[in-house]
């Protein structure tokens, strides 16, 4: 037992580091319940800033949800918006400071439902800021009640009986509405719920960022999460559940890489 | 053949005992401790450091950032 603790105190050295928590997140523990797929997606998009060395240059619009303290977790300039209205602000922001990085950090119940309008302006008018969408198919923050991204029949504090499409109407893809825009340049669907899936969440975010830096229009990276306190299941099941239910709704992939339409080509002819 | 070995340091006092860790780590290395942190959560910890290959699968699902990764060659 001894020798087996020594080995691993001969490992633990400093020139054997592989793997520490980004020098761009703060040291404050973060206020998500165990297992939130917020924490990992703040980690990555550290991660991104930290790599790409812009951590001067990068200004994020933190929305209102769960992930309303983000700014005390990443260590960056911040604005936080009114409810639904972080690509309204981030599109000043981008205006009044074109060489900044940009980004808004949004959940469903902000981006999809009550900033719909906003969101769909932002990309319509293909600007020129990254936006990162977590899905998580409930009101997280409020007790976990139904959002328009919710699944149909999934049982939450306002549909007990699981949601009835009559009455609640059907799922939202917006991501998929996002797509068809001609602001948009790189649109795509990611999950962090295995160390694959977070890899490709970071390479997609790390496009997003230089999708920006090359002025290509509007980068959105929905990420679809868990919720396990608002599902009232274990993080583990969490995730297995989201593999299960929700990525038959809303498969994982690019939607859209290019870049914004060229204004020129659909020019009237006068 | 040079072996590689690896070696996970667990923030006792951050970690929320979500359990992604252990679930995630190929070489079932991890485990949750019987013990509780000051916050009342069974935190991860190497039950099985001699399996550890310093994958880093752990560090990266972590939501909390609270895993440091260590590996290194054993001849």
Known sequence: ?270 | MAKVKGAVVVDVDTCKGCNLCVVACPTQTLALHRNVNGKGYHYSYMENPEACTGCSNCAMVCPDSCITVYRAKIA
């Open chain 1, 1 to 270: 037992m001894a020798e087996v603790a020594e080995n691993i105190q001969n490992i633990i050295k400093p020139e054997n580091l592989v793997y520490q928590k980004s020098p761009v997140l703060t040291d404050k523990v973060m206020h998500y319940c165990p297992g939130c797929s917020h924490g990992v997606v703040h980690k990555i998009i550290a991660e991104v800033i930290d790599e790409m060395g812009i951590q001067e240059d990068t200004i994020g619009v933190s929305p209102v949800g769960c992930s309303v303290f983000a700014y005390n977790y990443i260590d960056i300039d911040w604005h936080e918006a009114a409810h639904g209205r972080a690509p309204a602000v981030a599109t000043g922001v981008k205006r009044v400071f074109p060489n900044k990085f940009v980004f808004s950090y949004q959940g469903d119940g902000d981006l999809a439902a009550i900033g719909t309008a906003e969101t769909m302006h932002a990309v319509n008018r293909g600007e020129n800021i990254v936006m990162v969408f977590i899905n998580n198919a409930i009101y997280g923050m409020t007790g976990g009640q139904m959002a328009p991204t919710t699944m149909v029949g999934q049982v939450t504090a306002t549909t007990p009986h699981g949601r009835n499409v009559d009455l609640n109407g059907y799922p939202l893809k917006i991501t998929e509405l996002i797509a068809q825009l001609p602001g948009a340049a790189y649109v795509t669907r990611q999950s962090v719920q295995t160390p694959a899936a977070v890899r490709k969440t970071k390479k997609a975010i790390r496009k997003a960022f230089e999708v920006q830096a090359n002025k290509k229009g509007t980068a959105f990276v929905e990420v679809v999460a868990t919720c396990n306190s608002g599902w009232k299941i274990s993080p583990v099941e969490s995730n297995e559940w989201m593999e299960e239910h929700m990525f038959p709704f809303y498969p994982l992939g690019d939607l859209k890489d290019g870049e914004k339409e060229d204004p020129e080509a659909l020019k009237m002819n006068v």
